[in-house]
């Protein structure tokens, strides 16, 4: 296997988003059953919570879709085939992990169990440090110059 095989050149052996997206929403699950975090009967809040899981399976969809179309790999621990920069990308490097972050704090607001809001934002941060960093360091490694340009104008998440 050469240093340019693809299955050499991946940022990571796991597939940490996915996995951590799992274990976080089975673990506010089981977390609310034994020890309920309530948001204080908030109903009025199933909406916007409804609202966000509507947009970020939404956003999963289409960062999907538009990588599926550039013919690159969507898997997190395989190596990138092509920088994509246009649909969702235009707005975040990482609109996948955006979406997933979008859709556990939806579930928690919707289904009234703070445990996703507090899970939805221990697995961001822990995608960011087990995924993206490295993800991002394969990218400059593998596309230079234009990963620079992409990664100087547009943010990580949203800002």
């Known amino acids: 296997m050469?240093?340019?095989?693809?299955?050499?050149?991946?940022?990571?052996?796991?597939?940490?988003?996915?996995?951590?997206?799992?274990?976080?929403?089975l673990a506010a699950i089981g977390l609310g059953m034994i020890l309920p975090l309530h948001l204080f009967e908030a109903w009025?809040?199933?909406?916007?919570?409804?609202?966000?899981?509507?947009?970020?399976?939404g956003l999963d969809v289409w960062a999907i879709t538009t990588m599926r179309r550039a013919a690159t790999n969507v898997l997190p621990h395989r190596a990138a085939d092509q920088l994509v920069t246009s649909g969702?990308?235009?707005?975040s490097r990482n609109p996948i992990y955006l979406?997933?972050?979008?859709?556990?704090?939806?579930?928690?607001?919707?289904?009234?169990n703070a445990w996703f809001i507090?899970?939805?934002?221990?697995?961001?941060?822990?995608?960011?440090?087990?995924?993206?960093?490295?993800?991002?360091?394969?990218l400059a490694a593998r596309?230079?110059?234009a990963w620079t340009a992409y990664a100087q104008q547009t943010p990580r998440w949203l800002f």
């Not at 340019?4 to 929403?25: G, Y």
């Not at 979406?99 to 009234?112: D, H, K, Q, Y």
Request: net charge positive.
């Open 44 to 57: 009025w809040l199933t909406l916007p919570g409804v609202l966000l899981v509507a947009i970020g399976l």
């Open 143 to 145: 596309f230079g110059a």
């Open 88 to 91: 969702p990308f235009r707005f």
């Open 118 to 138: 507090v899970g939805a934002l221990v697995s961001a941060l822990l995608v960011d440090r087990l995924a993206i960093r490295r993800e991002e360091q394969h």
């Open 99 to 112: 979406g997933n972050s979008l859709l556990l704090l939806g579930i928690g607001l919707a289904g009234g």
């Open 2 to 25: 050469t240093m340019t095989d693809d299955r050499a050149d991946r940022p990571n052996k796991l597939p940490w988003p996915p996995m951590l997206m799992v274990a976080t929403a």
